[in-house]
């Protein structure tokens, strides 16, 4: 007879591979993404753009647009009952705009109506006339004020130096390059898209949203509405992706005013195209660097000079002009520096967050230079970054003492140790030869090249910012339900929250709030921050509320609360025989608690770049293998090797999606990705004309985790989501290098820049 | 505006009447807004990342690119109609399962391209699935995924048999 063995599922605590408690709603196309969402009544929205990168407004008017059957109302500056600018950082950007216009796609006009067509038609007959000025989009020129400013802020908007240690000392070994990033898109598939309702008193209303912030979503639209906050309540809509792109405000404010004005639901969605326009993108950044070294290749000192093109508005460019000056160095021992950045105003689209924030930009320049100091010394790529790499405890150049767990060369080695892919055969099918379905490449000249990237990336916010997050659990009958105002745009905190759930309290079902503000702030989805601080807000949230179980069943038999503990989905008595069900032991009671989690302070820096102004850091490494075409300048990316500093991973399946993700987003970076720009104006709006990888772009993966766990960390995991899209750029670049002996200091890389 | 095109579409096995249309309204459109089919997604308008795929007469199309009107004696299949009843096909488990989902924007478009793709090619080769797949844009995952969401599709159909 067969032995019988009984196959228990294991339980979704954390370090399993949870599933998405939404992924059956997404597979079947029900999930409810904002742009599906609908009210009865409901009229459309629609923004009039500017089609100049900076111009003076002359007039506007908007009658034709009124006349029209099926337009309900037309704003403009003139309507905007509050505040008239709004931004993360500094107010500088006008809700619509009133004066000038200074970035080509600009608002400067909205519609209410009831189709999307007779919107687009009501736009196209609002009568803008604009006085064409001579637009700003050179940096240097901002720099150098050699130009009227375009913005009564002035052309800079953040100046920061960082000079550490010894400033006139050299070495025998001395490298340079200048390291052009290209304008980079953020291109999140679910489109900009909101619905308002107006309350039925006209004095208030609900916005559904796709945002990764929503209480600074409400920040800002209360004050620009001047509504009370307390009378705006913002709800997640579902989010298609965000990437960074959906932490400024881009549609909110003009839903919000269509819908008071018509008093009417208002549904706003973007098309692609306008999307290019109306959030955001990566910064474009020129980065000079020379690095000092030994004859050994140890790194001695490094001058660098950073220039962010930070567009029409300041959005986030201060901080990530601190990002990236601070990330000079990379993971790489450094004690003296001297160090230069700008962010500053054009009339070029406005940059803000992007996956990697600032870093991806100092990433490309340091590891190019890391290259060529090694081939300076005769090491391999692999021994230069190994003699150079940082351990807990070393000085940063901000004077900072790296506290994080910094396992930087077991990143490299444990990525030296991936096997690399076999050679092309002779043979080989063509769609995996560069140029792919083009069938253009013929593999007698397709040559192979390795190349080298690592990175050191900071979580959560920086610089005195206390970016917390809230957090309640309730336990009632065995039920834990949690609420938060974490934003989920794919990432996966709906899938994490319960596990912490379940592993604090012994829970298997947990049911999850609506995502909204009627509760404390989560902060952001960004900087790879919400695993730390939402998990460690529903940490310590399910612990209170554990702490009051274990009182309340202490209570009922007599025991010392100190000495019960979760046992699975039990309570039991360390010290005893006692045993009752999580289930059993909160029947016919209910358990409530909050939770706020802040990290450790932080400091701004002072006038010399100096101050602990990081919370904490995270590493990585890649390893890329590239076949090139040298006489088409194809590329293929055949693979990508990493490991990647986790601290823990918490669900194996949520942790190697974030990983091939941001490699995907990383080889866009390295070899496709680019928003064109020419005299201020966007020249490839749409997903036909700016490029991203598709299913045969993309490289195997092989990656390992690195687990370390974070003393600093409530659950000992790091943020996942930024490193892996950092350091591939710049190995797939040197992979390039490697494949075809060009240097090659800009991304991305094109054709001409490898063929001609 | 001029919205009076009535015309009738059969989605999913079912005759769904379209009334006080516009005649330039897609595909795409008439199925989220006004057939009440919203999983079909809409993200480049252009044909280009595959999200609002739906099967026109068992081929697989872009619903943004087809005009509405002109779907008029097709047999259209959206997401929707894919699953029968509430259960999920093996292909929609698989993506669960092997984490293939994460925003979930092109999910749909990528299914419908899926079930195209083993229903035509029941043992494809990697490159015949990496090619199938290469017109749905996914931001998120990177494809890894994906690939191995359709694996293992194929793994257990072969293991069924």
Known sequence: ?756 | MSANEFYSLNVNGETMSVQDSWVGESLLYVLRERLGLPGTKGACEQGECGSCTVLMDGEAVCACLVMAATAVNSEIVTVEGITTDSELTDVQQSFVEEGAVQCGFCTPGLIVAVHHLLGKNPQPSEFEIKEAISGNICRCTGYGRVFAAVEATIRSRNDSK
């Open chain 1, 1 to 756: 007879m067969a032995k019988s063995s009984l196959v228990t599922k294991p339980r979704d605590i954390l370090g399993n591979s949870a599933l998405r408690p939404d992924g059956a709603h997404k597979v079947q196309g029900s999930f409810e993404f904002t742009s599906d969402l609908h009210a009865e009544n409901m009229l459309w929205g629609a923004t009039l753009r500017s089609p100049h990168p900076y111009a003076k407004i002359v007039s506007i008017d908007t009658s034709a647009a009124l006349a029209l059957s099926g337009v309900q109302c037309v704003i403009t500056a003139d309507d905007v009952p509050g505040k008239p600018t709004y931004g993360l950082i500094s107010s500088d950007q006008p809700v619509f705009a009133q004066d000038f216009v200074r970035y080509m796609g600009e608002p400067v006009a909205a519609v209410a109506a009831d189709h999307p067509e007779t919107c687009r038609r009501a736009l196209a007959l609002i009568t803008v006339v604009y006085e064409v000025l001579t637009p700003l989009t050179d940096p240097e020129d901002a720099i150098a004020g050699s130009f009227a400013p375009i913005h009564p802020d002035g052309n800079v908007i953040r100046h920061q130096r960082i000079i550490r240690g010894e400033q006139s000392i050299s070495g025998p070994i001395v490298v340079e390059g200048e390291y052009v990033i290209g304008m980079q898109d953020q291109a999140f598939l679910g489109l900009e898209a909101a619905l308002a309702i107006p309350d039925p008193d006209g004095l208030g209303l609900h916005l559904h949203v796709a945002t990764q912030w929503l209480h600074e979503d409400l920040t800002q639209i209360s004050a620009c509405l001047n509504l009370p906050a307390d009378k705006i309540r913002l709800t997640l809509g579902g989010v298609g992706g965000a990437f960074g792109a959906r932490e400024d405000i881009s549609l909110q404010v003009h839903c919000c005013l269509l819908a008071l004005k018509a008093g009417r639901p208002i549904k706003m969605q973007y098309s692609r195209e306008e999307s290019f326009f109306g959030h955001v993108h990566r910064h474009p950044a020129t980065i000079f660097m020379r690095h000092h070294a030994d004859s050994n290749g140890k790194i001695v000192k490094i001058d660098a000079r950073f220039v962010f093109d930070g567009g029409a508005y300041t959005s986030t460019s201060p901080a990530v002009l601190i990002n990236g000056i601070t990330h000079t160095q990379g993971p790489y021992k450094c004690d003296n520096a001297t160090v230069d950045g700008y962010a500053v105003r054009t009339n070029n689209p406005p940059c803000g967050a992007m996956r990697g924030f600032g870093v991806v930009q100092a990433c490309f320049a340091h590891e190019s230079q890391m290259d060529k100091i090694a081939a300076a010394v005769g090491k391999s790529p692999v021994e230069i970054r190994l003699i150079n790499a940082m351990v807990t405890g070393d000085p940063l150049i901000t004077g900072q003492i790296m506290e994080s767990v910094a396992p930087v060369a077991r990143c490299i080695t444990e990525t030296d140790a991936i096997p690399l892919p076999e050679l092309m055969g002779q043979t080989v099918n063509e769609l995996s030869l560069p140029g792919g379905s083009g069938l253009t490449a013929s593999r007698s000249n397709i040559v192979r090249g390795i190349g080298w990237g690592v990175s050191m990336k900071n979580l959560m916010y920086s610089e005195g910012f206390d970016d917390y997050a809230t957090a309640r659990c309730t336990l009632k009958d065995g039920i834990a339900s949690l609420k938060f105002a974490t934003s989920e745009v794919g990432q996966g905190f709906v899938t994490l929250a319960p596990q912490i759930a379940r592993s604090v309290l012994g829970v298997d079902e947990v049911i999850l709030e609506p995502i909204d503000t009627q509760i404390g702030s989560a902060g952001s989805t960004s900087a790879s921050r919400q695993t730390w601080m939402s998990g460690g807000a529903v940490d310590g949230a399910c612990r209170l509320v554990r702490e009051r179980l274990f009182h309340h069943v202490g209570l009922m038999h007599s025991i010392d609360p100190i000495r019960l503990v979760i046992d699975g989905t039990d309570v039991i008595d360390q010290l005893g025989t006692f045993r009752v069900s999580v289930a059993d032991a909160s029947e016919g009671i209910e358990i409530s608690e909050t939770f706020e989690h802040h990290h450790r302070a932080t400091e701004e820096l002072d006038e010399n770049g100096q101050g602990n102004c990081h919370t904490a850091f995270a590493f990585v490494a890649h390893r890329a293998v590239v076949d090139v075409d040298p006489e088409l300048g194809l590329v293929k990316v055949v693979q990508i090797a990493t490991a990647q500093d986790v601290g823990r991973v918490l669900n194996p399946l949520s942790a190697i999606g974030q990983v091939e993700g941001g490699i995907a987003q990383g080889l866009g970076l390295a070899v496709m990705e680019e928003i064109v720009m020419k005299d201020g104006k966007v020249r490839n709006p749409s997903f036909t004309d700016y490029l991203l990888p598709t299913a045969l772009d993309a490289p195997d993966v092989v990656a390992v985790m690195i687990e370390e766990h974070e003393p600093q960390a409530p659950l000992g995991a790091k943020g996942i989501g930024e490193p892996p899209c950092i350091s591939v750029t710049p190995a797939i670049v040197a992979a390039i290098r490697n494949a075809i002996g060009k240097n090659i200091e800009r991304i991305p890389v094109r054709p001409q820049d490898i063929c001609l």
